[in-house]
């Protein structure tokens, strides 16, 4: 296909502009042009009338766990710890859940989000890795993808004590970083949906910590971490640590050093997850009793008093949301961007920024991903109606004219 014009709407370009009449060109799998006003379509372009509609960057799920089983049609009751965890019983096969996964990824593409960066695969193994390397060569549909390996403690009885050592942890480090993964997964804190008080647990020490920083840094890889208790951030932050989930008790130490290496550093509350569970999940067994034992409601009050803080103080907070789980499926990510305005004060240009431009810069990819500017590739959205001034547009996939990965449609349908 030859040149593409996007144009007769707005433009919201991801830098944090507002909005303007403009039109956008593309050429191959990168943008050619994005322009103010509307100009005459060169002979054999074809034109993409955007009337009533926005034209923005994809959007890009900085908290995805595409090896997680439900999505929007396919919900999966038995992974919902602590209620129900039956699907560890029937666990699939590799091809199986590879299969999943696969299927996962074009129910988040469906949903606008062009690439995505991994918070962590559900298994040992190497399914993300597959996952996304079927996707870059076009053998799948999916966003793009940063892969992540799975969510590791620091459980002397279930690693083995030698494992557990700084020696062992550096050494799981190693071992991900061979099978592919762009970035390894720590559980620095418990979680109080595993264990009473959960949350305020530390499972690595400084040491161990230490070594995780340098064999990442040795390996050429990410870590990405769940970090709920301040020491568990503090731990993050200080040995280089590049996401940071959840944050959702830190304390005002914790809070200056964010803030200090907001510039090498994301964090995400998956906030997606905690909204579900206390609003939405009685029908999964997760009713305001069962919300309160597991942590959420706690951790939804502590996120909504401290988020609007580090948005004050310049820290770059990603959407995701923890979605993959029968409450909170994948393909309804978008949710997040409203949560971003209701609960945390963003405006919806800034939510939008965080889903787009950060997306970007989490994915490594700054210099060609989450804004529209010449020579970036050319993902992006022809969205119904303005966005900027409405997150909750992007909930439906109706109001998705137009999804557009690296120049290729992956939909296109007139929205009038």
């Not at 509609?53 to 908290?63: D, K, R, S, Y």
């Not at 091809?95 to 690439?115: C, K, M, P, V, Y």
């Not at 840094?217 to 959840?246: D, M, T």
């Not at 034992?293 to 988020?307: D, F, N």
Request: contains cysteine; proline residues 7%.
């Amino acid at each position: 296909m030859g040149e593409i014009v996007f144009t007769g709407g707005s433009v919201f370009d991801g830098t944090g502009r507002e909005p303007f009449p403009g039109e956008v060109v593309v050429r191959g799998d990168r943008i050619a042009a994005v322009r103010p006003g509307h100009s005459p379509a060169p002979e054999g372009a074809t034109v993409v009338d955007c009337a009533g509609a926005t034209v923005m960057p994809g959007l890009i799920e900085g908290h995805a766990h595409l090896t997680f089983p439900s999505a929007v049609g396919h919900l999966e009751p038995g992974f919902n710890p602590p209620v129900d965890v039956s699907f560890f019983g029937r666990p699939p096969t590799a091809e199986e859940h590879l299969a999943l996964a696969e299927r996962n990824a074009r129910i988040l593409l469906d949903a606008g989000f062009t690439s995505a960066y991994s918070a962590g695969s559900l298994t040992p193994g190497n399914v993300e890795v597959q996952l996304r390397d079927r996707i870059a060569a076009g053998e799948t549909p999916g966003p793009r993808l940063r892969a992540a390996s799975f969510e590791r403690d620091n459980n002397p009885v279930r690693h083995g004590a030698e494992n557990t050592t700084p020696t062992g942890v550096a050494r799981f480090i190693a071992e991900q970083a061979a099978l592919g993964f762009d970035s390894v997964k720590l559980l620095l804190s418990n979680d109080d949906v595993f264990v009473p008080g959960g949350s305020m647990q530390t499972q690595y020490t400084a040491e161990q910590a230490a070594a995780a920083g340098a064999a990442a840094r040795e390996a050429g890889v990410w870590l990405n971490c769940h970090a709920q208790n301040p020491e568990s951030i503090k731990l993050a932050v200080r040995n280089g640590f590049r996401s940071v989930y959840h944050c959702s008790y830190a304390d005002e130490e914790a809070l200056d050093l964010l803030e200090e290496h907001k510039d090498e550093l994301f964090a995400a509350p998956a906030v997606g997850i905690m909204w579900a569970n206390v609003h939405e999940a009685e029908e999964f067994g997760i009713d305001r009793a069962m919300a309160e034992r597991m942590g959420s409601v706690a951790q939804l009050e502590a996120q909504t008093a401290l988020y609007p803080e580090m948005r004050r103080r310049g820290i770059r907070v990603l959407p995701g949301g923890d979605y993959g789980f029968p409450q909170n499926p994948i393909g309804r990510n978008a949710r997040d961007l409203r949560l971003f305005v209701d609960l945390f004060g963003y405006t919806p240009a800034e939510a939008l920024v965080a889903a787009t431009k950060w997306g970007g810069e989490v994915m490594g990819m700054a210099d060609e991903l989450g804004v529209l500017a010449s020579g970036h590739l050319a993902d992006l959205l022809v969205v119904r109606g303005d966005p900027a001034r409405d997150v909750a547009l992007l909930q439906d996939p109706s109001n998705l004219g137009v999804i557009m990965q690296a120049g290729r449609f992956h939909k296109h349908t007139p929205l009038r």
